[in-house]
């Protein structure tokens, strides 16, 4: 989809044409992806530097999130850092400031921030859960690596694998019980 040359007209165009107008270099951008959302650093004129699967492979983009088993197969040679036009990343996504850490973590200068994006240019290792789009980006503008959508899905498979061990537990000592009783 490149550069929207005319007015936009989707909602998600005219939104994310607010959002570009006000964009700073070294800004954080997140765009909805469904169920999680896609990071990457705003270098200023319209472009972005973003992790993304070669080929596109793993950022096919639906509105409803189903592509993450796509971004859960993107094997770990098979992703770039890559630069790329706004809208080409933003497609029908909704893109969002995602500058929220700067109350509590101290930016790097902006100079800093896209140097470090630029210099990551090309093949890197990838993993859905510990080195994504998330933790580059803010790895290039606050020198952490860190993935809150990453953290939450640990956090929720965790819950549920306790679950599960708890009514698989269940079920076992059912199933003993009733064999000792009859």
């Given at each position: 989809?490149?550069?929207?040359?005319?007015?936009?007209?989707?909602?998600?165009?005219?939104?994310?044409?607010?959002?570009?107008?006000?964009?700073?270099?070294?800004?954080?951008?997140?765009f909805k992806r469904?169920?999680?959302?896609?990071?990457?650093?705003?270098?200023?004129?319209?472009?972005?530097?973003?992790v993304t699967g070669?080929?596109?492979?793993?950022?096919?983009?639906?509105?409803?999130?189903?592509?993450?088993?796509?971004?859960?197969?993107?094997?770990?040679?098979?992703?770039?850092?890559?630069?790329?036009?706004?809208?080409?990343?933003?497609?029908?996504?909704?893109?969002?400031?995602?500058?929220?850490?700067?109350?509590?973590?101290?930016?790097?200068?902006?100079?800093?921030?896209?140097?470090?994006?630029?210099?990551?240019?090309?093949?890197?290792?990838?993993?859905?859960?510990?080195?994504?789009?998330?933790?580059?980006?803010?790895?290039?503008?606050?020198?952490?690596?860190?993935?809150?959508?990453?953290?939450?899905?640990?956090?929720?498979?965790?819950?549920?694998?306790?679950?599960?061990?708890?009514?698989?537990?269940t079920v076992l000592?059912?199933?003993?019980?009733?064999?000792?009783?009859?």
């Open positions: 989809m490149a550069a929207i040359t005319s007015e936009p007209n989707s909602p998600f165009q005219q939104h994310n044409k607010k959002i570009l107008d006000q964009l700073k270099p070294g800004d954080l951008l997140k469904g169920i999680y959302y896609h990071w990457a650093v705003y270098i200023g004129k319209g472009k972005v530097i973003h070669r080929d596109g492979q793993g950022m096919k983009q639906s509105k409803d999130g189903s592509d993450i088993t796509a971004l859960c197969s993107v094997p770990q040679d098979k992703a770039d850092v890559m630069e790329a036009d706004f809208w080409d990343v933003a497609g029908e996504s909704k893109a969002e400031v995602g500058n929220m850490k700067d109350e509590g973590w101290l930016p790097l200068d902006t100079k800093t921030i896209l140097e470090r994006a630029r210099k990551s240019l090309g093949p890197v290792r990838y993993h859905l859960l510990a080195d994504n789009c998330e933790h580059f980006a803010k790895w290039c503008r606050y020198d952490r690596s860190e993935s809150k959508q990453a953290d939450v899905a640990v956090a929720t498979l965790s819950i549920v694998v306790r679950l599960l061990s708890g009514v698989e537990m000592l059912k199933a003993q019980n009733q064999k000792q009783h009859s």
